[in-house]
């Protein structure tokens, strides 16, 4: 069965062809996305849209059905004293929290996202991986989070990587697929590039930094390199492959900038929940009282804003 | 009663690209000792012997700084053992051109002693005089000298042996090639250092020696535009400014050496390798 | 590689509003007067000119323009401080004055911020995070070699040269003052300068800051004035050195000026650089660099990398990468906070760079500049590219001095080198490739004083800038930078 998936995917690229990338030279770009100073109209347009770019996640060891639901109560009044605001895009679970979720956003445009893949570590068989996402996908899954065998990654068996995404993606069906980079392991961004270049070629709908279990998550210099890898991809092959950055993005202002990073590397085409999903569990509330600081004047107090 | 030997005249030639050509204007002028007495004649060097040394040194100055600074030094060391070894011939020439006995030994070995000590700076001065400078940003940054290319010299009329070494040496030492233009009333110990260069491993067009008028050739020293820099010894203000005034027209060096007293132990000194030498600075980022 | 129908596209959607530095705060005196001697005094002929703000084209104030009699009172004014107090100081003491300058700078670096963005154009960027900054950085590290001289200079002693005469450009003004009074001080000289007189302001701010800092008078003297008042301090006989930075042909006209006069002198002149970039670099940071090559401030920068040399294997890509990166720059009014690209220094900088592109397009030069929205009113210039030159077209050849870069193709290691050195000039250069040797061999090859690898116009009060070649004599910054004020002796 994986042969097959694998044959669908295409052919493992060849990475040696994939451009180095300068670790200075990042840090600098980013610097310069951060310097850019976003106020009044253009401030609230950025928080709305970040609202309707997260992924509500919670991803715990302790999770129950009780705080799922919770959490998609959250997902669907975000802050009912301001109205006009958007839904979140997602809810992100485990797998055996798909089905609470399910019926708790029941009538919502709102997506299920499962983890699956024996996440966070990824540390198991194919066929057990496979078994993982199918079951989250039956259970009502529109959207998958795999994590990438990091190891046999750093250990250089990119076949094994890019076959392992392939069949997950099969085993999606109609799902999409975020495949988790889990960048903190990877250690330099020329791994990072590498494995986005890969990731994609194997059938990636998104390509994701962190599970958000391993420090640094998500980090400004990762995501610069992981769009430029899906820039790079989009005009080679005229296919628009999505992002989300996920772990460690906990304040308006550095969302912003992740916004204004994606505006200037990949351009309007990618400024929507379609294409860029942040994976938080904080920010929402941030965003929230930005927006409520942006129309009353007033500076806000996270004791008036529900935390699910 | 056997005949007197007749001597065999030396003939005294210019030196251009490693080899002894006479000028190509085929002018000469006679050098006289004291008492009149035609001592030799000497080639009255023209602009085209200038150019065609220009030439000869720009081909030869990327290959002159790139050899190691071990054999830099090793070859200046070398030129200061085949002087010692014509040590008699040197002190010779100094007397037939006016200078006492004694004067000649000394300002000889002076000369050969200068030399030993830029054969040592060769590997040392890039230490002294290099830095690695501690930018904020990430990046490693460091300063090195580099030779500024081709230095045309005007030598020092008096100290026709120890002042030409003493220009001569720092230039090459530091990587450069060089025209040197020899004293005009003591020429005969620069072709003859020709000589000594030519025996020294010292690469062709390295060091190019000519004779002739200075009054005929500053101006070609100081405006061609492929040199990178003019050392001037001797003249006052008039000399100084028709120098400058010409270099600018290529933002050349300028480095006056007037006043000097070649005899000093203050010329043993890395400064005057300094003098011919740009600072370049590189930087490069750190980081994964 | 780039189809066009896979095109991003920048433009619509989600924009910037306007985020413009505030200027309340600022003090502009409708009129300056010249600084001698610790104060603001008239001119002798009771001349000034305007200084406008290029974005605006408004008048921002009114400063003096010096005379002859002006420049001989500065000189007198520094001569007798020379004499009496600074060449005598402690060395110490003069290294805590220097000191102040730096922490005062520190202090209001806003406002010399707005100002230095104000009157010269520059986005408020730069001059918040580069030109102010480095120079009360540039003033801190000066400041402490005052007593350490001894240091600098193995075997020798160093002993300052008496009065310097300092005639600094447009594009850096405040820096640039740094650049000169700073090692002038430690050392013990005492200096008048003369700012350009398109960007005086920062430099009569910088004069407030000296009277503040409480150093005796006459130490800093700062004249205002154009091209007359700075031949009035190359040529005045009570000056012992001669500090410029401008273009080649003025630096040209100053050696010969300067020729069988015993002063001394540096020059900071023009430059073309080459930024190369191998197929092997890390691409997208190496069209970042380019971008900060070309395109910082305005391109008024005289090492900026005006010539890019691409090997052919990647040069769509990189084009077409460049062109997508211009098409997010911002051009307009230099307070706003996001502004890229801000005012060309003057309407007569505009004109030459529009007289360049009219030169470039008749020797057949094909032409892109981005799709970007430029101010009705002030002098703004878009981002321009050439491609389709050689090193025979003039816009290879000659410093524009604006956003305008020329773009060539090599396929040869060798190739690269011997286009780049194909220069009078010897200023900068850049080299992007990821391999070790290749950048050791570059870097060497290059004949200029600063090369910059896989990075491009950075710079550091510690590290050494100046040229090679045309470009320039002697050096500023860093250890090296203290030679050009002191006489060496035994």
């Known amino acids: 069965m994986a042969l097959a998936a694998v044959k669908k995917a295409g052919r493992l690229p060849d990475l040696s062809k994939v451009p180095a990338v300068d670790e200075v030279g990042v840090n600098e770009r980013v610097a310069r996305f951060q310097s850019r100073s976003i106020k009044k109209s253009s401030k609230v347009e950025a928080l709305k849209l970040i609202l309707s770019m997260i992924d509500l996640t919670t991803l715990e060891g302790q999770d129950t059905p009780g705080k799922v639901k919770q959490l998609c109560q959250k997902a669907i009044h975000l802050h009912d004293a301001m109205p006009g605001l958007p839904t979140v895009a997602a809810v992100c679970v485990y797998p055996t929290m798909v089905g609470v979720a399910k019926k708790a956003l029941e009538g919502y445009d709102i997506n299920i996202a499962s983890v699956a893949t024996a996440f966070p570590s990824g540390m198991s068989t194919l066929s057990v991986k496979l078994d993982d996402t199918r079951m989250a996908v039956d259970a009502g899954a529109t959207e998958i989070d795999m994590v990438i065998s990091r190891g046999a990654f750093l250990a250089g068996d990119y076949r094994y990587v890019f076959d392992e995404i392939a069949a997950v993606k099969d085993a999606c069906g109609d799902a999409h697929l975020k495949v988790i980079l889990e960048t903190g392991e990877l250690g330099t961004l020329d791994r990072v590039r590498k494995a986005s270049v890969l990731a994609m070629h194997a059938g990636a709908d998104f390509i994701k930094t962190s599970t958000g279990k391993i420090q640094p998550a998500a980090t400004m210099q990762v995501t610069l ?28 202002k550095l969302a912003i900038h992740y916004l204004v990073m994606l505006r200037e590397t990949l351009g309007n085409a990618w400024m929507t929940p379609e294409w860029f999903r942040f994976g938080a569990s904080s920010l929402a509330n941030d965003v929230l009282m930005q927006l409520m600081k942006q129309s009353t004047g007033v500076y806000q107090s996270a004791d008036y804003f529900s935390k699910d | 009663m056997a005949a007197k030997r007749i001597a065999v005249a030396k003939t005294y030639k210019i030196y251009i690209g490693g080899k002894f050509p006479r000028t190509e204007s085929g002018r000469y002028f006679p050098l006289e000792d004291k008492k009149g007495n035609v001592i030799a004649n000497i080639c009255r060097g023209s602009r085209k012997d200038f150019r065609n040394s220009v030439v000869a040194a720009r081909s030869a100055q990327p290959g002159w700084a790139k050899a190691s600074a071990y054999l830099r030094g090793q070859i200046l060391y070398r030129i200061a053992e085949m002087l010692e070894g014509r040590r008699e011939q040197f002190v010779a020439e100094l007397q037939q051109q006016g ?190 | 590689m780039a189809t066009p129908e896979n095109k991003l596209a920048f433009d619509g959607g989600w924009e910037y509003d306007p985020a413009p530095e505030s200027t309340d705060h600022i003090k502009v005196k409708k009129r300056y007067g010249l600084f001698i001697n610790g104060k603001f005094v008239s001119p002798e002929k009771g001349r000034y000119f305007d200084t406008i703000n290029p974005a605006t084209e408004e008048k921002l104030s009114r400063v003096a323009d010096a005379s002859s009699a002006d420049v001989d009172k500065a000189v007198k004014a520094a001569r007798e401080a020379y004499r009496s107090t600074w060449g005598r100081m402690k060395p110490a003491e003069r290294g805590k ?213 691409v090997q052919e294997s990647v040069a769509d890509e990189v084009i077409s990468k460049l062109k997508d990166r211009m098409e997010t720059l911002i051009v307009g009014d230099p307070l706003d906070k996001n502004t890229d690209i801000g005012a060309i220094n003057s309407k007569m900088q505009l004109e030459k760079i529009q007289s360049y592109l009219k030169i470039g397009k008749a020797e057949g030069a094909e032409i892109h500049q981005s799709s970007c929205r430029v101010p009705r009113k002030g002098y703004f210039h878009r981002p321009t590219l050439f491609t389709g030159v050689s090193q025979s077209n003039r816009v290879v050849q000659e410093e524009i001095f604006g956003p305008v870069l020329a773009i060539q193709t090599f396929r040869r290691f060798d190739e690269a080198i011997s286009k780049a050195n194909n220069t009078p000039y010897g200023l900068s250069g850049g080299v992007w490739t990821d391999k070790g040797s290749k950048i050791f061999k570059m870097t060497q090859s290059i004949r200029a004083g600063v090369v910059w690898a896989n990075t491009f116009n950075k710079f550091d009060p510690t590290s050494p800038f100046g040229g090679y070649k045309e470009s320039g004599v002697g050096r500023e910054g860093g250890l090296h930078g203290l030679d050009a004020y002191v006489k060496l002796g035994v």
């Open chain 1, 225 to 252: 390199v992981m769009l430029q890898a899906i820039r790079d991809y989009y005009k080679e092959t005229g296919k628009m492959i999505g992002m989300k950055p996920a772990g460690g993005i906990s304040t308006s």
């Open chain 3, 97 to 309: 004055y220097i000191y102040r300058i730096a922490r005062i700078i520190q202090e209001r670096a806003r406002e010399f911020s707005v100002i230095e963005s104000l009157d010269g154009g520059k986005p408020i960027r730069e001059s918040r995070d580069v030109d102010v900054p480095l120079a009360a950085a540039h003033f801190f590290y000066y400041a402490g070699w005052a007593d350490k001289l001894e240091y600098a200079f193995p075997g020798r002693q160093a002993r300052p040269l008496g009065v310097a005469g300092q005639v600094i450009p447009w594009n850096f003004p405040l820096l640039m003052a740094a650049w000169k009074i700073a090692p002038a001080l430690a050392c013990g000289n005492t200096v008048v300068l003369k700012p350009a007189e398109t960007t005086p302001l920062t430099a009569m701010k910088l004069a407030e800051v000296v009277q503040d800092a409480g150093l005796p008078p006459g130490v800093v003297n700062i004249v205002t004035g154009a091209g007359k008042t700075g031949a009035a301090i190359v040529e005045h006989p009570g000056i012992d050195k001669i500090a410029f930075t401008g273009s080649t042909g003025v630096g040209r006209i100053i050696q010969k000026a300067l020729a069988g006069t015993n002063k001394k002198y540096t020059l900071e002149l023009g430059g073309k650089a080459a930024n190369i970039i191998f197929a092997d670099a890390a691409i997208d940071e190496a069209v970042e660099g380019i971008v900060n090559g070309i395109f910082f401030n305005q391109g008024h920068v005289c090492c900026a990398g005006s010539r890019l040399f």
């Open chain 2, 99 to 288: 200078v006492t006995a004694r004067a000649a030994e000394k300002e000889v070995d002076q000369a050969i002693d200068r030399l030993i000590y830029f054969a040592g700076w060769c590997d040392k001065y890039q230490q002294v005089f290099s830095a690695v400078n501690p930018v904020s940003s990430s990046h490693f940054n460091f300063s090195v000298l580099e030779p500024m290319g081709v230095v045309a010299i005007m030598a020092p009329e008096e100290s026709s042996l120890l002042g030409l070494v003493s220009n001569i040496a720092p230039a090459i030492a530091g990587g450069n090639t060089c025209i040197v233009l020899a004293s005009e009333s003591k020429p005969l110990c620069a072709v003859s250092f020709a000589e000594v260069l030519h025996a020294s491993d010292v690469p062709g067009g390295v060091v190019n020696i000519l004779t002739g008028f200075r009054s005929e050739l500053t101006d070609q020293f100081a405006s061609h535009m492929d040199v990178n820099a003019v050392i001037y010894c001797d003249g006052g203000k008039a000399v100084a400014t028709k120098v400058q005034d010409l270099a600018a027209d290529n933002i050349k060096r300028v480095v006056a050496r007037t006043r000097v007293d070649w005899s000093k132990a203050d010329n043993d000194n890395p400064y005057l390798i300094r003098d011919t030498q740009e600072v370049k600075t590189t930087w490069h980022p750190i980081g994964t």
